[in-house]
């Protein structure tokens, strides 16, 4: 594999730390070039990945079946109750939808499953198809929202229009017509002061319009959603107990665990924390123009990401100053139990070396501050969706010698891997097969991951995770080890 060569159209969209001038700013947010066979998956991917764990939700793709099978179960979000959105529906268009439409499949589709699985909600995402043929979804949309009485909501995210980013965009628009759907939802609906759920004492409150403004909605005090929080492996839950712990309320999680009376009240919540700011950050920008919901960045990965989020949700309810002792109190246990455990790890893993790709680059940096953690530093950085701000950060946080890559590619991540001889990549599915045809260690850091690893506990499993698959003896008998052996 030796001598493989960036793109020429590609190359502003790669830096080295100290080869290129500090002024070098990175090209990103634009379209995949043709035939460089990017990472990305598309915009309909992009806004199923958000939608998808919001459980008690039918989600239909109208589409051709592979849109729906590419996706089916796509995340590995844990729900505490129904699991509707583990399920896959399509339309499945074929040749005679493409000459006449795909309309009046949708309509009878929705209606079967609707009767059928009782939803909450529904979402139908667009796709391809679905833009090229130019059927009317809004249209099918409203008149099965009328004669079911549950949203029925249009998912803009036709594949080809646009980058995953797209996709993001389509679902919190699609979001943002359940949040400000008019109606919050309280005691009377089972939703009161013991539910485990979360939701306390809410009162219902509309306008003509269906719009609440702030001051009508009753805030509840001391009151967070958490925001791009997918309930991996059920990351939401320890994060929720955390907040418990605290005194902080979780009216909502977007869209992990998610259920969509939760996310009706969510517009009662004091403060947004957004976590995957990537994909949900249009979402607590309008939550804050339309209801005075402040919101703050936080990432859950990492020792000092995770103590820092907690911190700042303390420092945001500081007229509560119990919130404070008790998030002290909290991080200190934790770090007593877990600073001895990363230490049997540190001693086996200082001085190797780690590759990031990940969807969003504000993952990227709470990782290498938590490899930092374990004794290995990050050569290679990237993400398929950051912004010119995230590729800033990136330089100034890594290493000299580093590589900060843009929606990169399979060859190029091969090529950096063998330059800088990683001991690690850190991606998800499609990254895995690469990291293993080359003798390399991989941790998946993406939603089909099983194993939890947000939290102080998150940073013990990846922690393990990262040195099993690194101090695996089969690596010496993978490809590259084995060229090393012989040489
Ligand atoms: S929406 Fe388009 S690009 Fe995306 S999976 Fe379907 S056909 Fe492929």
Known sequence: MAGLKLLDERRRQVFEKGSEPADFEIACGKPSLSGAVSQ????????????????????????????????????????????????????????????????????????????????????????????????????????????????????????????????????????????????????????????????????????????????????????????????????????KEYFRKMGVEVVSTFTGDGRIDEIRNART????????????????????????????????????????????????????????ARTRALVSEELAALLPQLEKYRKDLTGKKAAIYVGGAFKAFSLIVALRHIGMSVVLAGSQTGNKDDYETLKEICDDGAVIV?????????????????????????????AYKLGVAFCDHNHERKIPLAGFEGMVAFAKEVHASVMSPIWKFAPRMASEVKA
């Open 40 to 239: 990305r998956a598309c915009v309909f991917c992009g806004s199923r990945v958000v939608l998808y764990p919001i459980a008690d939700a039918l989600h239909i793709v109208h589409g051709p079946v592979g849109c729906a099978a590419y996706t089916w179960d796509i995340r590995g979000s844990r729900s505490s109750g129904p699991e509707l959105h583990r399920m896959s529906f399509t339309t499945d268009l074929r040749e005679t939808d493409v000459i006449y439409g795909g309309e009046k499949k949708l309509e009878a589709a929705l209606r079967q499953l609707i009767a059928r699985h009782n939803p909450k909600a529904a979402f139908v995402y667009g796709t391809c198809v679905v833009g090229v043929i130019g059927d009317d979804v809004d249209a099918v949309c409203n008149k099965m929202s009328k004669e079911t009485g549950i949203p029925v909501i249009a998912v803009h995210s036709e594949g080809f229009k646009g980058t995953k980013k797209d996709g993001y965009k389509a679902a919190c628009d699609a979001l943002w017509r359940i949040v400000d759907s008019g109606e919050v939802t309280g005691e009377e609906d089972g939703l009161g002061p013991d539910s485990s759920r979360g939701v306390r004492g809410g009162r219902r409150a509309s306008s003509a319009s269906g719009r609440s403004p702030s001051s009508e909605l009753g805030k509840r005090p001391y009151s967070i959603n958490i925001l791009g929080e997918f309930n991996i492996a059920g990351e939401a839950w320890i994060l």
């Open 269 to 324: 919540a004091s403060l947004n924390l957004v976590q995957c700011s990537g994909s949900i950050t249009s979402l607590a920008k309008r939550m804050e123009s339309e209801y005075g919901i402040p919101f703050i960045r936080v990432s859950f990965f990492g020792i000092e990401d995770v103590s820092k989020a907690l911190y700042a949700v303390a420092d945001a309810f500081k007229d509560n100053k119990d919130i404070m």
């Open 406 to 434: 843009d929606d990169t590619n399979p060859v190029e991540l091969c090529k950096y891997m063998l330059e800088k001889k990683v001991d690690l990549l850190i991606g998800g599915v499609k990254e895995r097969p690469l």
